[in-house]
């Protein structure tokens, strides 16, 4: 992966839309050089699906962990959204059921990347504890909803 394959890539989670037109014009290569390109990154698994979901592997991201955040509860919730998305390596965040008021899916190239986000979370003045979870390998990992099969064996009889 090089400098112009991160900017397709940059360029498509922006706009996961965006016309290869579009994405040519700005990393500066042809339609044509530019779908060669998009299209050996789907071949590669590097892109997932055209909602632009990139495998964070292809990012030098081999690390990923679950961090609980406990927080004061003074926390309003667009405040809370707002810090976590100003932070990349957070790539998904949930309010959830439980102790924690957080679950956070975070991504990072190493330990020290990992550690320098868990500390800038502990530094945001409403997160009182984390609680980190590292995720070493998938056990189950399918698109959400239920498949053709679970669909056609419900309500049977």
């Known amino acids: 992966m090089d400098t112009i394959d991160r900017q397709i890539l ?6 996961g839309r965006a016309t290869y037109a579009a994405i040519g014009e700005v990393v500066g290569l042809s339609v044509a050089a530019t779908k060669r390109r998009v299209d050996k990154m789907v071949e590669q698994d590097t ?5 632009a979901v990139v ?9 990923a962990a679950h961090v609980q955040l406990f927080t004061n509860g003074a926390i309003p919730f667009e405040r809370m959204q707002s810090d976590l998305t100003a932070i990349p390596e957070v790539i998904e965040a949930f309010t959830v059921a439980g102790p924690a008021d957080t679950l956070l899916r975070v991504v990072a190239a190493d330990a020290e990347q990992l550690e320098r ?28 909803g239920p498949s053709d099969l679970e669909v056609g064996d419900r309500g049977g009889g």
């Open 10 to 15: 940059a360029h498509l989670l922006a706009d």
């Open 47 to 51: 892109i997932h699906g055209f909602s």
């Open 55 to 63: 495998d964070p592997d292809a990012l030098g991201w081999r690390l």
């Open 117 to 144: 986000v868990i500390r800038r979370l502990r530094s945001l003045p409403y997160v009182q504890q984390t609680d980190t979870a590292l995720l070493l390998s998938h056990l189950v990992r399918r698109p959400a």
